[in-house]
């Protein structure tokens, strides 16, 4: 695969910007202990990548749609029955799966699955970039409630917070970065992009700014590197991106505080 | 004084079992009441029916605009959360100066706890931390669901005893759940005996009988006394 200058800088733009909100979001979620949703909801958008793939349409509007179909019936469920939010999510999953496996064909399997971020444009970077701003402002937002909420869903829900109706925008907010971040890192991988920076920022981080600030860094720092290294070696840039993320969390070990 | 509560027929069922059966009583502004009662008596739900965070049937008055803290059962914040006691703070919008003040009031007179992570500070801290949480946005009526009793706060003071210190100097009506009847005489001004059912409702000296106790407990309560004997 080669590549024109301007696809690398839109690329490596997309990236930066994807693997900062990745990693930012991502610190809500682990605080959450919704580590692997991320992971989980990659595969809901898979069917919507197949779609798009079939019909020609981009990728991140067919992630998008099955991810919002996918995210309201786990919210629904959620309402209606008294399982545990991650086993409905993995209900959900599942059958996403089933069905991307009957409309994918092995090739175009491969590309939703571990990404290419080659294949982005300018329209797409600059959708890019406002969806990630909308995503940082709104998460700036509910950050201080969710964390209240994730202390004790009572002290929150005295405090008037209407803990469902942030639930949802969360959901809806971690949908969106995980449609953009199939681009990026591929539905397979995109779970590592939203957990490992912020399980790195956590290690050396003493309060809830350092930490979501550092996940941000962590997150745009490893899509920039991964990137870098895409275009100088040639390998995959979304395994890489990921593994740069691991490096990075290997070195925050060492910087370790209790 | 006037009301500034008014409980009547008050209601609450959970999956078709009833938790709150036909409560009614009134709490006059600044007065402090302390629910006593055993296990499983609906006192917790008592107060997130107080609060409005469980459904419930029946009619729970409050004066117009009136100021509402809680502070849950058990609650100890979950150790891997990077959040420091002044971002903890922060939730509620308070100006340092407030802060400091307010830490100073529940004995906590270092403020480099600001710095110190929510998770990492000892339990008798953290109930300290929390009184001074509940009451910087200045509420009319503290919610306290049975402060642990027997943790060690640091120095002499008792949770009880700084309550009642600091409810004194704010005048501020609280509403405590305890299991430790020796509270009642400390804070009451009224007490409510709840199973399930008011089982009495009134000043300690008066409500608090052997026959309404006894009500109250069945068997526990000798169990109670033969630990004082």
Redesign the interface.
Known sequence: MTMTDSQFIFSLITGIFVGGAAGYLGSLMVAKRMALVGDALGHVALPGVALALLYNINVVIGALATLFIGILLIWLFKTKTELYMEALVGVVFAVSLAFAFLILSHEELEEALIGDITKVGGWETLISIVLVLAIFYIVRKIFPKMILATLSEDLAMSQKINVRKYDFIYLMVVGIIVALGIKVTGSLLIGALVVIPPAAARNFSRTLRQYSYAGMVIGAISCLLGIMIYKIVGLPAGPIIILTSAAIFLISLIFRRK | MNNILEVENLNVSFNGDKVLDGLSFNLKEKENLVIVGPNGAGKTVLL?AL?G?VPFKGGIKWTKDVK?????QK?F??K?????V??FF??KHAAVKEIERWLKSVGLNDFSIL?K?LGKVSAGQFQRIMIAWSLIDKPDVL?FDEPTSGIDVGGEETIYNLLARIEKEVNLTIILITHDLSVVYKLADNVLCLNKKLICYGLPQQTLTAESLHQLYGEEINIYKHDHD
């Open positions: 997130k609060l965070i509402i803290s809680y502070v849950p609650f914040p979950a891997e959360i990077p959040l420091s002044e971002e922060n939730f710095k992570r919610l």
